[in-house]
């Protein structure tokens, strides 16, 4: 048991890089890159102490170079996910009683070994595995998962100090249990960060997981179990498995030691996952947390007043950065008609300038989409656009999948605001532009288009006003309230850093419990509040039964 009321390192956000031509971090990176590329990865299932190899494979390849192999991953069957559960279970009785100076002791080392000698390599297998350019590989795979395992412990230290009043006589005190019984974590493939952050924010406050990583994802994921493992995780506590997603879920849903759900994806899967919890209720020993982070239809809205260029920097970083894989990417944007041919002009100069290819080439701004999938369901709606009469392709447009699933930076003009791609979340570089009428403009018409806004989209993650009057943006700030759980005033709707922006939205976009904040950390904890007297009572009566 720790001796003493510990202060853990103020947490501070881990400085981004350059990369610039010439600098050591620039050189480091690239060889590690090749080095990867040209060594093929076989990555096993990490169940308890076990490194498992089923025999059961499936190949990795880079999506900007789908015949390039990586590698193989292994996949797991029906006893290989009971043996999770089983070593999850058993971790947890040393895990959950385990002093939290401790558990945080092994996040803050995973923060600086990828801070430090891991940097490339986490780096590098993010550009490789999930098409990113250093940039954005480095503000993710390096500096947003240091952020949030060292914001983390800070906050749980935070937590842990929020105590009760107690009163003459007696202590009060509340001690912040983890679950009972273990936590599943699902991730996707955009964010090697939320793919750390998932399993380890359950893990830290003295929960064991069950992590299943996007197939997509799989490349970074072993280099996160490496950082981990070095760091010191007691084997059993995070668990990593891959396989046939159902199968794997339909076992963990079905144990009466589920606990919770920490989920990061589809809109679709996620109620598909509260469905089959719900359905499942009786078989469980406490109400499971489900905490989930899913789709976006993210918005830009330009007044009047805003300057031009500013809006068109806001859609050339905002829905194009990572090629618009992320769920808070700009998709659809309000511009006024006096406006739309400056920002129009500016917007298609910037999306001349973007390089597009390979991340090891770091001047190439555009990458690949993550998989054929994507890349046929991105191509498939910008022929819609194409063809139909109230949308037209006016940057952009172009498609090539022969070495590597790439889509060309896309802004689709549209007549109707309720037009397909001003409503449906398309996980890609194509954005829609809607042009209103700004002639005559009223602060009625103003109230008008943010009600158009706020009804377009049964998503609420993301969204952004650029306006040079602040009684306009008080307005949208105040309409827009429930559209975007995460809202930017003269900015674009991306970017949110731990520490800063604690992420999330409602609707369809989630449960909104903020990752990188206290209020995502208390959903994997139970409080018990406990009670000493010191001076124990002797008899039962009341002064008010005096005679």
């Known amino acids: 048991m ?124 993010t550009m490789i595995g999930q098409s990113k350019n250093i940039y954005q590989a480095e503000i993710d795979a390096a500096c947003e998962l240091c952020d949030f395992l060292r914001f983390n412990v800070e906050y749980m230290s935070q937590i842990y100090d929020e105590q009760p009043e107690s009163s003459e006589g007696n202590w009060n005190r509340v001690e912040y249990r983890p679950l009972e019984g273990f936590v599943y ?41 490496e950082v981990f493992r070095e ?45 089959m919890i719900g359905s499942r209720i009786d078989k469980y020993k406490t109400y499971p947390r489900i905490v989930g982070e899913t789709g976006g239809k993210d918005f830009i809205v330009a007044h009047p007043t805003a300057n031009p260029k500013q809006v068109a920097t806001a859609i050339s970083r905002g829905a194009f950065e990572y090629q618009g894989q992320k769920c808070s990417a700009a998709s659809r944007v309000y511009i006024p008609k006096s406006m739309w041919a400056d920002v129009k002009d500016y917007v298609a100069e910037d999306l001349s300038s973007f390089k597009m290819g390979s991340p090891e080439d770091m001047g190439n701004f555009i990458n690949a989409v993550i998989h054929e999938g ?54 890609g570089p194509i954005v829609t532009v809607y042009v209103y009428d700004d002639k005559n403009f009223s602060e009625k018409k103003w109230e008008d288009l943010l009600e158009l806004v706020d009804n377009t989209s049964i998503y609420g993650l993301t969204g952004a006003v650029i306006s040079g009057d602040r009684y306009a943006a008080t307005k949208a700030t105040k309409m ?50 406990i009670k000493e007297t010191f001076v124990t009572p002797t008899d039962y009566r009341y002064p008010f039964l005096g005679e």
């Open 231 to 275: 760091a010191g995780l007691p084997d059993g506590v995070i668990n990593m498995i891959m396989g046939d997603p159902v199968m794997i879920t339909d076992i963990l849903l079905d144990s009466p030691d589920f606990a919770g759900i920490h989920f990061t994806g589809s809109t679709t899967v996620f109620k598909s996952l509260w469905g």
């Open 480 to 529: 827009l309230q429930n559209a975007a759980g995460n809202f930017y005033i003269n900015d674009k709707p991306t970017g949110a850093v731990v520490g800063q922006q604690p992420f999330g939205g409602a609707r369809a976009s989630g449960t909104n419990d903020k990752a990188g904040s206290k209020q995502n950390l208390l959903r994997w904890i139970s409080p018990r509040l």
């Open 185 to 225: 974590a699902i991730t996707p493939f955009n964010f090697t960060a939320i793919a750390g952050n998932l399993p380890s924010s359950a893990a830290l406050m003295g929960n064991v997981a069950i992590w299943k990583p996007s197939d997509s994802q799989v490349f970074s994921a072993q280099i996160i179990m």
């Open 2 to 125: 720790g001796k003493g009321f510990f202060h853990v390192p103020v947490a501070v956000n881990e400085p981004v890089k350059s990369y610039e031509p010439g600098s050591p971090e620039r050189e480091e990176v690239l060889l590690t890159y090749k080095d990867l590329y040209n060594t093929k990865m076989e990555v096993p299932l990490y169940i308890g102490d076990k490194q498992i190899k089923t025999g059961n494979t499936a190949t990795m390849h880079p999506p900007h170079d789908h015949k390039h192999d990586l590698g193989v991953y292994h996949k797991a069957d029906k006893k290989h996910v009971q043996q999770a559960i089983d070593s999850a279970l058993e971790a947890r009785k040393e895990w959950a009683n385990l002093e939290w100076e401790q558990r945080a002791a092994v996040f803050l080392k995973a923060a600086d070994l990828i801070a430090g000698p891991y940097r490339a390599r986490i780096n590098a297998a």
């Open 374 to 427: 994507a890349f046929d369901k991105l191509a498939g709606y910008i022929d819609r656009a194409k063809k139909d009469k109230d949308a037209e392709v006016v940057i952009g447009g172009g498609y090539d999948k022969s070495k590597g699933y790439f889509i060309e930076p896309t802004v689709i003009l549209t007549t109707d605001p309720k037009y397909v791609t001003m409503e449906t979340e398309l996980f």
